[in-house]
C-alpha cells in the first residue's frame, strides 16, 4: 500500500463539522500544500487556513491535525481537516486534494484495511467497528464496543495459542524420537485438546445470541383476522406502518418494522390473518404468516376480546413457550370476565389485556417484550459469536480436533490440530486471508 488515500470521514451533506482524511506517505507534502509550512506538532488541534496549492485561493480556515506513523488509526501517516461542513467547502478541498501528486480517493473500508493490515487491529475488531457504525440500539452498541476493543479476538487468539503450543510438542515428539525428550510428550496434549473442544463447543452453543443481536430479534404477530395485529403493530411502532380497515383479509403480506425495545432490536412482522380461504392471494398471505411465525424468535399470539371466551384454533395450536399471548380491545365493556375464562382454557397462561386504539396495555406489552428479547439476546458477559463467518471456522476447527484425538498416527493427529489452529487464524487473520479481506471491508463506508 504504498499510495495514499484520502476521503471525507464524515456524513456528507449540510453539517457544522466536515472531516477530510488522508493516510499514506504523500499525506504530509499534501497537508503542508494545503494549510502551508510547518506542520502541526503531532496530534495537537492547530487551526490554519487552507487554500488551494493551484490558485492560492483560501478555500476555509480549519482545524488540523497530524498524525506521524505508526502511532495512528491507519499505522501510517495520517492528515486530518476539521472544516465547516458545507458542501462547497468539502468539495473544493477534495478536490485540492485530488489533485495533490500520489494521493487518490479512498475505497470503502481503505482506511480499516490498511488498520488490519499494519496490525493495528484483527478482523474481529474490524468487523466490530463497523457493527458499531451500524448499531442502533445500546445493546447492539455495547456488544459492537466489546467486539472492537478486541474482546472476541483476544479470546480466539489465546485458543490458537494453546493449539500451537500442544502442536510444537506433538512435533517434537515426531521429529526427535531419538532425543532425550520427556516420557508421553504427545500424550500430555490431550487432556489439552478436549479442553478445548469443550470451550469452543460451549461458545458455539450460545443461541445464536450474537448474531441475533446484530441483526435483530424476530417478533411475528399472529391471529385471526380483525384481531386487531396491525393495529397493534402501528400502536407498537407509534406511526402507520400498515393498513388498517374493518374488511377481514387486508393484511395480504408479511409487513415489517424496526423497533428499539428497551435498548433491544427488534424486528415486529403484522401477518395475514389465519383463517381457510378461498381466495388464492389471501391463502398465499396466510401461508406465509405461517411460515414467519415458524421462524421467528418469538411470537404475539393476538385473540379478540369481542370473540372471547371463544379461542381462535388456528391462532392457539400457534401459542408455545416462544409466545406472548394477548387479548386485544380490552376497551370494549365486560372483558375482564371473558379474560379470565380464557387464562382458564390456555391452562393458566398469562393473557395481557391491551387495547391498541386507546393505548391500554402497551406500557406493560413492551416491557414483556424487552425482558423476551434480554433473555434471548444477553448471556453470562462471556464475548458473544457474532458471524456466520466465525460460527463455520469455529465448527471446522472442533472437527479438526476431535478428529486429532481418534487419529491412528501420530502425524495425522499434528496436522488434524495444525488444521485446526489454522481455523482459528483465519477468524482473527493471522493466516493468509486475502479471499476475505474484500467480503469484510465491502460493507464499510468511504471514510472508514
Known amino acids: 500500500m504504498t499510495d495514499t488515500i484520502f476521503a471525507l470521514a464524515t456524513a456528507p451533506g449540510r453539517a457544522g463539522v466536515a472531516v477530510v482524511r488522508v493516510s499514506g506517505p504523500a499525506a504530509g507534502g499534501a497537508l503542508e500544500a494545503l494549510a502551508g509550512t510547518p506542520r502541526p506538532s503531532p496530534r495537537v488541534a492547530t487551526l490554519r487556513r487552507l487554500r488551494d496549492p493551484a490558485s492560492a485561493e483560501v478555500l476555509d480556515d480549519a482545524l488540523v491535525l497530524w498524525f506521524p506513523g505508526p502511532r495512528s488509526y491507519t499505522g501510517e501517516d495520517v492528515a486530518e481537516l476539521h472544516l465547516h461542513g458545507g458542501r462547497a467547502v468539502t468539495a473544493a478541498v477534495l478536490d485540492a486534494l485530488g489533485r495533490c501528486p500520489g494521493l487518490r480517493p479512498a475505497e470503502p473500508g481503505d482506511f480499516t484495511r490498511r488498520a488490519f493490515a499494519n496490525g493495528k487491529m484483527d478482523l474481529t475488531a474490524a468487523e466490530g467497528l463497523i457493527d458499531l457504525i451500524d448499531a442502533e440500539t445500546s445493546a447492539q452498541r455495547r456488544q459492537a464496543l466489546r467486539q472492537m476493543e478486541g474482546e472476541l479476538g483476544r479470546l480466539y487468539e489465546g485458543w490458537r495459542t494453546r493449539l500451537i503450543r500442544a502442536l510444537a510438542h506433538m512435533e517434537a515428539d515426531i521429529d526427535f524420537p531419538d532425543e532425550d525428550l520427556p516420557a508421553g510428550v504427545a500424550d500430555a496434549v490431550r487432556p489439552e485438546i478436549t479442553d478445548l473442544i469443550r470451550a469452543i463447543g460451549a461458545h458455539l452453543s450460545d443461541g445464536h445470541r450474537g448474531e441475533r443481536l446484530r441483526e435483530g430479534l424476530h417478533v411475528a404477530i399472529v391471529g385471526a383476522p380483525n384481531a386487531g395485529k396491525s393495529s397493534l403493530l402501528n400502536a407498537l411502532a407509534r406511526r402507520d406502518a400498515a393498513i388498517v380497515s374493518e374488511r377481514a383479509g387486508t393484511t395480504r403480506d408479511v409487513i415489517e418494522v424496526h423497533l428499539d425495545v428497551g435498548g433491544f432490536p427488534v424486528v415486529l412482522a403484522d401477518t395475514a390473518g389465519l383463517r381457510e380461504t378461498a381466495d388464492t392471494i389471501e ?68 393473557l395481557l389485556a391491551v387495547s391498541a386504539r386507546v393505548g391500554t396495555g402497551l406500557g406493560d406489552l413492551e416491557a414483556r417484550l424487552a425482558a423476551a428479547a434480554g433473555e434471548r439476546l444477553t448471556g453470562s458477559g462471556a464475548p458473544a459469536l457474532t458471524r456466520t463467518r466465525h460460527r463455520v471456522a469455529l465448527e471446522a476447527c472442533r472437527a479438526a480436533l476431535e478428529r486429532a484425538l481418534t487419529a491412528p498416527l501420530p502425524e495425522l493427529a499434528a496436522e488434524d490440530v495444525r488444521l485446526a489452529a489454522a481455523a482459528l487464524g483465519r477468524i482473527t487473520g493471522r493466516v493468509d486471508v486475502d479471499d476475505l479481506l474484500d467480503v469484510i471491508f465491502r460493507d464499510f463506508c468511504i471514510g472508514k
Open 283 to 350: 391463502e398465499e398471505g396466510v401461508r406465509r404468516a405461517l411460515a414467519r411465525a415458524a421462524s421467528a424468535d418469538l411470537k404475539i399470539a393476538v385473540f379478540d376480546a369481542a370473540a372471547l371466551p371463544h379461542l381462535d384454533g388456528g391462532t392457539l395450536a400457534l401459542v408455545d413457550d416462544d409466545s406472548l399471548v394477548v387479548v386485544n380491545k380490552c376497551d370494549l365493556p365486560g372483558v375482564g370476565t371473558a379474560v379470565r375464562a380464557a387464562e382458564s382454557a390456555l391452562s393458566g397462561c398469562p
